[in-house]
Structure formats: structure tokens, C-alpha cells
């Protein structure tokens, strides 16, 4: 199974931006497409983002214009560049393979106002 560990977390001021790293290992031959969670305090696990292993992207409206998945084949990472940040995105942030249904420990991302 694929192990997959995210990195880059931290806090912020509104406005500024943060990149997010999701570095995969183990059985990473069928690791498909990956996709990037959010889970705020009180709230549910969202789904923000997917990238194909092809590069197609797809992300929840909430996060469109200002989030760009992307991802290193050779690596096996993906990141999540995260512009413009608003408080409401404060929560822990998952990288998950959909495929696996393997999921990394989560870093957190605090944006003040």
C-alpha cells in the first residue's frame, strides 16, 4: 500500500499563500490519481482538488481560481499551491489515493485576518 505524507503546512495572514507537498512511497505503480482533503474544526472532511496521473485537474468550487494541484510522476509528489488565503481555509489538509484509499497524517494551515 502507498504511504503518503504531506508537508509544508504553517500560518498565515490573509492574502498570502502557501504551497503544500504530498510525498507518496511504498506501492506507488498503481497510485493513480491523487487528491487533496480539508478537514476545518467542527466540519467535515472536504474534497479541494484531484490531479489524474495524466494531469487533468479538478477542484471544489470553494477553492477554484485560488488552488492548483499539480504533481511529479518521477517523484511520486503532488502539491497543492494554495494564492489568496481566507481564514475559512483554516483546517488540516490531506493528500489521499483514491484508488487505495490510502491517506497521509494531514498538516495544518491557519490563516488569520
Known amino acids: 500500500q502507498v504511504q503518503l505524507v504531506e508537508s509544508g503546512g504553517g500560518s498565515v495572514q490573509a492574502g498570502e499563500s502557501l504551497r503544500l507537498s504530498c510525498a507518496a512511497s511504498?506501492?506507488?505503480?498503481?497510485?493513480?490519481?491523487l487528491a487533496w482533503y480539508r478537514q476545518a474544526p467542527g466540519k467535515q472532511r472536504e474534497w479541494i482538488a484531484q490531479i489524474g496521473r495524466g494531469g487533468s485537474t479538478n477542484y471544489a468550487d470553494s477553492v477554484k481560481g485560488r488552488f492548483t494541484i499539480s504533481r511529479d510522476n518521477a517523484k511520486n509528489n503532488v502539491y497543492l499551491q494554495m494564492n489568496s488565503l481566507k481564514p475559512e481555509d483554516t483546517a488540516v489538509y490531506y493528500c489521499q489515493s483514491p484508488i487505495q484509499n490510502s491517506w497521509g497524517q494531514g498538516t495544518q494551515v491557519t490563516v488569520s485576518s
Open positions: 511504498g506501492s506507488t505503480f498503481n497510485i493513480g490519481p
